[in-house]
């Protein structure tokens, strides 16, 4: 079982950034594959970013089309803690951010194939 808590995010104007951090208890998720996801008002959850582990303590970083250039997402293994870094924030990334994980494995897009979710974090970007 592995426990994820977010932490981060809040208010910003347009152009700002924010920090997003997913750090797990139980058991140690620094083999897992960890999801970022983001769910604005009336909308699906849609997938943001996912970082995965190579087996050799590598890892690869992989964005959707409308982050890429503006997320940046890297892990801290001895802190079992994943991060996402937002910069350049526009009102259309305004929503609920969640991460999530599955075992390791290549970074998927589709929410069910991740077991284990955080409670979620507000990301508000005015205008």
């Known amino acids: 079982q592995v426990h994820l808590v977010e932490s981060g995010g809040g208010l910003v104007q347009a152009g700002g950034s924010l920090g997003l951090s997913c750090a797990a208890s139980?058991?140690?998720?620094?083999?897992?594959?960890v999801g970022w996801f983001r769910q604005a008002p009336g909308k699906e959850r849609e997938f943001v970013g996912g970082i995965r582990w190579n087996g050799d303590y590598t890892t690869n970083a992989e964005y959707a089309d409308s982050v890429e250039g503006r997320f940046f997402i890297s892990r801290d293994a001895a802190k079992d803690t994943v991060y996402m870094q937002m910069n350049s924030l526009t009102p259309e990334d305004t929503g609920v951010y969640y991460c999530a994980s599955r075992d390791a494995g290549i970074v998927t897009t589709t929410p069910t194939s991740y077991s284990y979710w955080g409670q979620g974090a507000q990301v508000t970007v005015s205008s």
């Open positions: 139980g058991r140690t998720f620094s083999r897992y594959t």
